[in-house]
Each structure stands twice: as structure tokens, then as C-alpha cells.
């Protein structure tokens, strides 16, 4: 059975599970299993732990594969591999200093303290940048290292930038960027491989049809032509005529952004009744 490391509780869980649930694999006891758990109609098996205790259990081939923040791939640098990326748990890794610190650029950190969770993404990119400051590890609590004297700065997570403001600090440098990944081990999964293709292939058609709109509308005939060179769809739009002479049924597939882009054309075209729906899987 393939084995599947998955957060036990953290800003992975929600998603990953939601990921296996479009794929359409049903857990038992779903988010409520504490340890590990099975699939009933996929031969998958789950392990609930750590983020950080990832990387290690797929090395060491107590999991197959597993989903982790490509932070966490890097900093505990073992040897397994990126298979997907999963666009999903997308951040940055920055450098953070006190708000009223003038900074000029990323020669300001030379010879600086920088407290961090991430020691090992610190020390490469500082390298890579030929800087030379002082890494102070901490497990937790970053953002107030600068605060009680313990470091001139921080490098960590961030989204929004809220947490550092909130500590009197600003974010000054992206270092680094982050989404979650499925990591599996490089030596060969045997008769799992199988079953890893299969749920590469279901993530994929998710994946796929995530940001993108099942659309419908109503045209005037004499539309139909400019209307489809703007909905190419898979192939080409499905064109029906309606009941009432004149008129056509439009079906095609298009991405959000362009939905919104186009949207007012296709009115000025003579669109009608344009309704969209969320499309589950799409399999080019
Ligand atoms: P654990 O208890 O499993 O060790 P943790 O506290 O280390 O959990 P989380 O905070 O749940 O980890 O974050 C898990 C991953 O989610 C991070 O390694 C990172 O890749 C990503 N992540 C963290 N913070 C954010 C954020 N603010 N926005 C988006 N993604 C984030
Ligand atoms: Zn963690």
C-alpha cells in the first residue's frame, strides 16, 4: 500500500485533505483519525505527524511520499525529492529589522545577528548573496529576538507581514518562497509506483480544472464567431441553437482571470443569461 505523510494539525492539514477529498479518495474517519488512517476506495494509507518530521520518515521509507512546505524540504535537506508542487500554503521567507532602522540594501545585514527557525535556507542564501552575518537559531518566537536584544534581525514565514509589524519590525528582503509539495523518497516504490501515478493523475486533473469556470451564455448568431475566438475552451466551444430562431447556446471552459477580463466584450457582443460553474476535474 502507498503511504502517505500528511500534517497532523497545522496550515497544511485542512488542504491536503481537501486535495485528497477532490481526488475523490474517501478517508475513514476522515479528519478526525489521530495517528494514521486508511482509504476505503484507494489503496493509500495515511500517518498524521509533525511537518517537520516529514522529510526524515519518507528518507527513511516509514512513508512513500509526503506533503510538506517546500521550506521544511529545504531546511531539513534529506535525500528525497520534489515530485509536485502544490500550489497551495504559499509564503515567503524574509528578512525582518526594527521599523525606524534605515536599510539600504542586503550588504546592511554583513556582519549582523539574525535569529531564525530556518538556520540552513539562511546560511545558502546568504552565501549565494556573498553576506556574512551571524545566525542565531531559535525554535520559536522569532519576530521577538530583536525586541530583547537577542538578534538585529529576524528571517521567517511571512504572508501578510502582520506578525511583523505587530513586533515593531518591517520586512525589508525576500530571501526565499514557499508552497506546499508532495516529496517522496528516490529509491524505487515497487508495485506502489502504480498507485502513485494514479494519484499524480487525479492531482493533476484537479489541479487543472482548480481556477478555471464551466461557462454558458446565449448569442446572437451573427456573434458566434468573435464570441468563440474569445472562449477557445479544450477544443473549440460547444455551439447549440436555441428555440428561438437567430440564437445560439455558447458552452466552453475559461480561467477566472479571463472570465473577468472578457466579460464585458461578451456582453457588447450580445451575450445573454452568461452563467458559469465550478468544474470539479478536467483532463486534457
Ligand atoms: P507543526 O506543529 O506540524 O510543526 P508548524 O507550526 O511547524 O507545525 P505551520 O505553522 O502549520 O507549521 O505551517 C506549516 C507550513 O505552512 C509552513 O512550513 C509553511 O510552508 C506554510 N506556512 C506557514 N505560515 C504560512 C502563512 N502565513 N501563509 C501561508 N503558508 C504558511
Ligand atoms: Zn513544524
Request: charged fraction near 30%; include cysteine.
Amino acid at each position: 500500500m502507498l503511504t502517505l505523510a500528511v500534517q497532523k494539525s497545522g496550515r497544511l492539514t485542512k488542504k491536503t485533505l481537501k486535495l485528497l477529498d477532490e481526488c475523490d479518495i474517501n478517508l475513514q474517519n476522515g479528519e478526525k483519525a489521530k495517528l494514521k488512517t486508511r482509504a476505503d476506495n484507494f489503496d493509500l494509507e495515511i500517518l498524521f505527524m509533525r511537518d517537520d518530521d516529514i522529510p526524515e520518515v519518507v528518507y527513511d521509507e516509514i512513508a512513500d511520499i509526503g506533503v510538506v512546505g517546500e521550506n521544511v524540504f529545504l531546511e531539513k535537506n534529506r535525500d528525497v525529492k520534489i515530485i509536485k508542487k502544490l500550489g497551495f500554503a504559499r509564503c515567503r521567507l524574509s528578512i525582518g529589522i526594527p521599523k525606524d532602522q534605515e536599510y539600504n540594501g542586503i550588504q546592511d545585514l554583513d556582519g549582523k545577528k539574525i535569529a531564525t527557525s530556518y538556520p540552513e535556507i539562511l546560511k545558502s542564501e546568504l552565501t549565494r548573496r556573498n553576506i556574512n552575518a551571524e545566525i542565531h537559531e531559535v525554535s520559536g518566537s522569532v519576530e521577538i529576538a530583536p525586541g530583547i536584544e537577542l538578534a538585529d534581525a529576524v528571517f521567517d514565514i511571512v504572508s501578510t507581514g502582520s506578525t511583523l509589524r505587530s513586533n515593531g519590525l518591517k520586512e525589508v528582503e525576500t530571501l526565499s518562497r514557499s508552497e506546499a509539495v508532495l516529496i517522496g523518497r528516490k529509491t524505487p516504490l515497487g508495485k506502489d509506483q502504480k498507485t502513485l501515478d494514479e494519484l499524480l493523475f487525479r492531482i493533476n486533473a484537479v489541479m487543472k480544472a482548480s481556477n478555471r469556470k464551466y461557462i454558458l451564455l446565449n448569442a446572437p448568431n451573427e456573434s458566434i464567431e468573435e464570441i468563440c475566438n474569445i472562449l477557445p475552451g479544450m477544443k473549440s466551444p460547444t455551439v447549440m441553437p436555441l428555440a428561438e430562431k437567430g440564437w445560439s447556446s455558447i458552452h466552453s471552459v475559461i480561467s477566472e482571470d479571463d472570465f473577468w477580463k472578457n466579460i464585458k466584450k461578451l456582453k457588447e457582443l450580445g451575450a445573454e443569461g452568461v452563467l458559469t460553474f465550478p468544474i470539479e476535474k478536467m483532463i486534457l
